[in-house]
Nanobody
Framework: QVQLVESGGGLVQAGGSLRLSCAAS????????VAWFRQAPGKERVFVAA????????YYADSVKGRFTISRDNAKNTVYLQMNSLKPEDTAVYYC???????????????WGQGTQVTVSS
């Protein structure tokens, strides 16, 4: 099991940027796919982006393509989500998750961070 610790959420105005971090502890992200999901109040948890740690392939939800970028830092064992051109509809709790294979379905993931709140004001 890999333990995940997120950071970087906060309050930002529409059009602004934030960078979220997801650090692994207990073991490396090697051989994992790491994903970001988000959940707005009263709504289902939905896929945002993912990266395959070993090869660096990235995947995005259509709603964030061109605005969000997922990346990794091997030395720090950390995955980042750079969020630009933020919109009020991006407001949610953002979670990182890890799984031994890539999927965009949240129920496939068994390793989760605690979540970090992102609020975008209009």
């Amino acid at each position: 099991q890999v333990q995940l610790v997120e950071s970087g959420g906060g309050l930002v105005q529409a059009g602004g940027s934030l960078r979220l971090s997801c650090a692994a502890s207990g073991r490396s992200f090697r051989n994992y796919a790491v994903a970001w999901f988000r959940q707005a109040p009263g709504k289902e948890r939905v896929f945002v982006a993912a990266i395959k740690w070993n090869v660096g392939n990235t995947y995005y939800a259509d709603s964030v393509k061109g605005r969000f970028t997922i990346s990794r830092d091997n030395a720090k064992n950390t995955v980042y989500l750079q969020m630009n051109s933020l919109k009020p509809e991006d407001t949610a709790v953002y979670y990182c998750a890890a799984n031994v294979f890539y999927t965009n379905y949240h129920l496939d993931y068994s390793n989760w961070g605690q979540g970090t709140q992102v609020t975008v004001s209009s």
